[in-house]
């Protein structure tokens, strides 16, 4: 299964750090993605990691703010958001999608295997 944590309640230009940690499985064989569903809006895919870490990529709205990464001792993906806007309100979710280990070719946000339940960040005054 996959968790996230991390989200709250932030000031605009603020920043949050999201971890996703997985359990009874390895990251280390798994393209990571995150993902976002604001109120009333479809769920979107905002970034992912290859499972080797070597390629990483970005929706338009977040590159230069959001940076993914990944911590294999500790099986966790991190999302860090900086200077975040109300826009990034959202319910923000990890995926898994099995690839090969070591995979640095591409990530992807669809076929995913597994789901967390999301966490909450609002971006407010």
């Known amino acids: 299964q996959l968790v996230e944590s991390g989200g709250g309640l932030v000031q605009p230009g603020g920043s949050l750090r999201l971890s996703c940690t997985a359990s009874?499985?390895?990251?280390?064989?798994?393209?990571i993605g995150w993902f976002r569903q604001a109120p009333g809006k479809e769920r979107e895919g905002v970034s992912c990691i290859s499972s080797g870490g070597g390629y990483t990529n970005y929706t338009d709205s977040v590159k230069g703010r959001f940076t993914i990464s990944k911590d294999s001792a500790r099986n966790t993906v991190y999302l860090r958001m900086n200077m975040l806007e109300p826009e990034d309100t959202a319910i923000y979710y990890c995926?898994?999608?099995?690839?090969?280990?070591?995979?640095?070719?591409?990530?992807?946000?669809?076929?995913?295997?597994?789901w967390g339940k999301g966490t909450l960040v609002t971006v407010s005054s």
């Open positions: 995926a898994a999608r099995t690839t090969t280990r070591g995979n640095n070719r591409r990530c992807e946000y669809y076929g995913m295997n597994y």
């Open positions: 009874g499985f390895t990251v280390d064989f798994y393209n």
